[in-house]
């Protein structure tokens, strides 16, 4: 095997060949934060940094790979040097004659997405007797209200390579966008499945979606209740203006057709939940006012209530 492009992924993450698995995650943790692309936009330098030391966690991080690796470290010191380097005799090596570089041993020992600080987790199935293996990987993304709404395109860094998604308007949450030929990898086939990116809707302080509907609670004071009033109130797109008519009630409700969510065949509704919402404090002229209305109010509310609460 050709020994160029070796990689001593002990001295990536620093650590020695005996280090444990904690001396080994807290190494990794305190690299990956510091050269993540995502604080070092456009350098090419951090992003390729951050790409060997996931591999190197990775591989050192799991039981079996670390091994395997461990072995295959020796062999390459036999090898370069010509004689047994820290090399257990008992290991055989034969094996590693099948590689014809490291990259080809590499790509056999991890041979699936990096789960290294990533939103993804493998669908490989466990039974290596499976007629079927399914190779697709999945991400969960969370999007903002308005992203939903408008749409948006979203870089991602997935198993250290860089992707733009397309993000369609009006997508609702568990919809799931596929991404050809960028899932998990078969080990020594070269088979490649997709990338499925399962979408959820961060919640918003105020619009609440339901499918393409989006709904809202609104505030009224008691006098736009009782009289109606002609309201400027802020929607998804924008504001605009609503009747509220007289003789309303709390928790009635309003809608504005085709104001919610839209996709490339539906357009949803925006629904606002009107909410009596009473002042902190009154105002002398408020209370006079509302004294009048008591000795001129025919209304008695607890009527029925009382009936009911008596018999």
Do not use: C
């Given at each position: 095997?050709?020994?160029?492009?070796?990689?001593?992924?002990?001295?990536?993450?620093?650590?020695?060949?005996?280090?444990?698995?904690?001396?080994?995650?807290?190494?990794?943790?305190?690299?990956?934060?510091?050269?993540?692309?995502?604080?070092?936009?456009?350098?090419?330098?951090?992003?390729?940094?951050?790409?060997?030391?996931?591999?190197?966690?990775?591989?050192?991080?799991?039981?079996?790979?670390?091994?395997?690796?461990?072995?295959?470290?020796?062999?390459?010191?036999?090898?370069?040097?010509?004689?047994?380097?820290?090399?257990?005799?008992?290991?055989?090596?034969?094996?590693?004659?099948?590689?014809?570089?490291?990259?080809?041993?590499?790509?056999?020992?991890?041979?699936?997405?990096?789960?290294?600080?990533?939103?993804?987790?493998?669908?490989?199935?466990?039974?290596?007797?499976?007629?079927?293996?399914?190779?697709?990987?999945?991400?969960?993304?969370?999007?903002?209200?308005?992203?939903?709404?408008?749409?948006?395109?979203?870089?991602?860094?997935?198993?250290?390579?860089?992707?733009?998604?397309?993000?369609?308007?009006?997508?609702?949450?568990?919809?799931?966008?596929?991404?050809?030929n960028m899932g998990n990898?078969?080990?020594?086939?070269?088979?490649?499945?997709?990338?499925?990116?399962?979408?959820?809707?961060?919640?918003?302080?105020?619009?609440?979606?339901?499918?393409?509907?989006?709904?809202?609670?609104?505030?009224?004071?008691?006098?736009?209740?009782?009289?109606?009033?002609?309201?400027?109130?802020?929607?998804?797109?924008?504001?605009?203006?609503?009747?509220?008519?007289?003789?309303?009630?709390?928790?009635?409700?309003?809608?504005?057709?085709?104001?919610?969510?839209?996709?490339?065949?539906?357009?949803?509704?925006?629904f606002f939940n009107l909410?009596?919402?009473?002042?902190?404090?009154?105002?002398?002229?408020?209370?006079?006012?509302?004294?009048?209305?008591?000795?001129?109010?025919?209304?008695?509310?607890?009527?029925?209530?009382?009936?009911?609460?008596?018999?």
């Open positions: 095997m050709a020994l160029d492009g070796f990689k001593d992924y002990f001295k990536v993450l620093g650590v020695s060949r005996n280090a444990t698995d904690e001396e080994i995650k807290s190494a990794f943790r305190k690299l990956a934060k510091k050269s993540h692309p995502d604080l070092h936009p456009n350098d090419e330098t951090a992003e390729s940094e951050f790409k060997e030391i996931n591999e190197a966690y990775e591989i050192l991080s799991d039981e079996n790979k670390k091994k395997s690796y461990d072995q295959f470290l020796n062999y390459w010191f036999k090898n370069r040097d010509g004689k047994f380097k820290d090399y257990d005799r008992v290991n055989n090596d034969e094996h590693f004659d099948q590689y014809l570089n490291f990259d080809d041993f590499l790509s056999d020992l991890i041979g699936r997405f990096s789960e290294v600080g990533q939103e993804i987790y493998s669908n490989i199935s466990s039974d290596k007797n499976a007629k079927s293996l399914n190779l697709d990987a999945e991400f969960n993304l969370q999007i903002s209200f308005f992203e939903a709404l408008n749409g948006a395109k979203k870089n991602l860094l997935v198993n250290n390579e860089r992707i733009e998604v397309k993000i369609p308007k009006g997508i609702a949450t568990g919809s799931i966008i596929r991404i050809k990898i078969q080990s020594g086939k070269g088979k490649r499945g997709d990338l499925l990116i399962e979408i959820s809707i961060k919640s918003h302080p105020i619009w609440k979606v339901k499918g393409l509907d989006v709904y809202a609670d609104l505030p009224i004071s008691l006098d736009e209740l009782a009289l109606g009033s002609n309201i400027s109130v802020a929607s998804p797109r924008g504001d605009t203006f609503i009747s509220i008519p007289s003789g309303s009630l709390s928790e009635q409700t309003i809608r504005l057709e085709g104001q919610g969510l839209h996709n490339l065949d539906t357009q949803g509704d925006l909410k009596l919402k009473l002042p902190e404090s009154w105002s002398d002229d408020e209370l006079r006012l509302l004294e009048k209305l008591r000795s001129v109010r025919i209304d008695e509310p607890r009527s029925s209530w009382l009936e009911q609460a008596r018999s």
